[in-house]
Each structure stands twice: as structure tokens, then as C-alpha cells.
């Protein structure tokens, strides 16, 4: 029994390795966050079980121990399954969390990494500018430590924020407290590497303004906007 942890990249399927398109291609249940994955789930078999367990508008939210039962029950039919995280399973994401449960349980995991929107957003955005790039969970993850956003409030750096797109606001207002400019520098990347990507460069007072669809990250601090021409 083994389900397969697969780094979906930043959702452009010519980004995957090698070894995702082949696990993909193998799989009886590939079980994603979002249907936003559907371009790499389209390497799967079409029978194949596809099963989608992300937030959803309007739908009650699937929890992580849910996930967890789902994976395993699904590994103990017998079957070979995909657990499809975006980017890199173990970037800003609970997938630590979902393989210890799995491992306790007896099922083993193996993980195969993909490329981490943590380092294409700011491709896409702009190269930053600072003399350090932090990455940076959004999320409120009750399982986490929450993120100290005063610390990260430096003009030299760059901060990007994955999963936040829901805290855009707070994060911003939480920067602003911690005192930097207004007219800090920011970006917001929608669906990056992908032909439907937006890019809207900004301050970080207006970043409560602009709201762009999921999947969306941002930077705030010193970058140059890039655009289209900045995509991969």
C-alpha cells in the first residue's frame, strides 16, 4: 500500500517532471485540491477515479483527517493512488501533515517534488529586487505557527505570500502596521506559467483592491513588474 505524493508544479503540464507524468499516467485515483489542476490531470487515464478535495465556494470544506481516510481507504482497495499537490508538496502546503497520518497508519508514501510557484510567481511578477526573498504561507493553518509579519516588514526584502490570497488585505494592513511605506512595491500573479496569467503591479497600500481569481499569489517589496513577457 502506497500512495504517491506528486508535485504538480506551478500548472503548466511542460513543467512537470518526469516522474509525475509517469505516476500520473499509472494511477487508478488521482485525489487534487482544485479543478484549476485539470490541465495535468488530463495525463491521467480517463478512468481513472478523480477526486477533488480543495475549498470550494458553497461546499462544505474537506477537512485534513477526511483526506486522510480517503487516501487510505482508496490505498487499501488495492488501488494506485496520486495525491496531486500544487507546486511542491512540502512548499507552504499540509502535505507533512497528510503523510505522517498516512504512516501511522501503515500505508507508506513516496513524494515526488515539483516546481514551486514560490519561486515562478516572482519570475513572472519580476525578478525581485531585494537582497533577500522570503517565502511565506497565507494561510491560516490552525495547525501552524502563525506567520510574525512585523518581522518580515523590511523595504530591502522581498516577501512572497502563497495561499493568501483570502488574508490579502490583513497581510497588507499587517505589513502597514509594521511600518513599511505605502508605497511599497507589490505584485499579484494570477495563474502563473499558465496562457490565462494576469499580472497586476501595485502598491501595498491599493493590494487590498485588487483581487484577482485563485490561483493568486503576491509579492510585496521591491520587484519589477514583468508581465507577460516575464512568464517562462
Given amino acids: 500500500m502506497t500512495v504517491d505524493f506528486v508535485g504538480a508544479g506551478p500548472g503548466d503540464p511542460?513543467?512537470?517532471?518526469?516522474?509525475?507524468?509517469?505516476?500520473l499516467g499509472e494511477a487508478?485515483?488521482?485525489?487534487?485540491?482544485r479543478a484549476s489542476a485539470d490541465p495535468i490531470l488530463a495525463l491521467a487515464r480517463p478512468e481513472a477515479e478523480r477526486v477533488y478535495v480543495g475549498r470550494t465556494a458553497g461546499a462544505k470544506a474537506w477537512t485534513t483527517g477526511a483526506i486522510v481516510d480517503l487516501l487510505a481507504a482508496r490505498s487499501r482497495d488495492g488501488r494506485r493512488v496520486v495525491r496531486l499537490k500544487s507546486g511542491d508538496p512540502f512548499v507552504c502546503s499540509r502535505a507533512a501533515e497528510e503523510v505522517?497520518?498516512?504512516?501511522?497508519?501503515?500505508?507508506?508514501?513516496?513524494v515526488t517534488p515539483g516546481v514551486t510557484a514560490a519561486t515562478v510567481v516572482p519570475l513572472v511578477a519580476g525578478l525581485p529586487r531585494g537582497r533577500r526573498v522570503t517565502f511565506a504561507s497565507g494561510d491560516r493553518d490552525p495547525m501552524s505557527a502563525p506567520v510574525d509579519w512585523s518581522a518580515l516588514a523590511d523595504p530591502r526584502d522581498s516577501v512572497v505570500v502563497l495561499t493568501g490570497r483570502a488574508q490579502q488585505p490583513a497581510i497588507a494592513a499587517r505589513f502597514l502596521d509594521a511600518g513599511l511605506p505605502p508605497t511599497t512595491p507589490a505584485a499579484i500573479v494570477h495563474a502563473a506559467t499558465r496562457p490565462e496569467s494576469q499580472v497586476v503591479a501595485t502598491t501595498l497600500a491599493a493590494?487590498?483592491?485588487?483581487?484577482?481569481?485563485?490561483p493568486a499569489?503576491?509579492?510585496?517589496?521591491?520587484?519589477?513588474?514583468?508581465?507577460?513577457d516575464a512568464r517562462p
Fill in 28 to 33: 487508478d485515483v488521482v485525489v487534487a485540491d
Fill in 14 to 23: 511542460l513543467l512537470l517532471t518526469r516522474r509525475a507524468a509517469r505516476l
Fill in 207 to 214: 493590494l487590498p483592491t485588487h483581487r484577482l481569481p485563485p
Fill in 100 to 110: 505522517a497520518l498516512l504512516v501511522a497508519r501503515g500505508i507508506a508514501c513516496s
Fill in 217 to 228: 499569489a503576491f509579492v510585496v517589496g521591491p520587484v519589477e513588474a514583468g508581465g507577460d
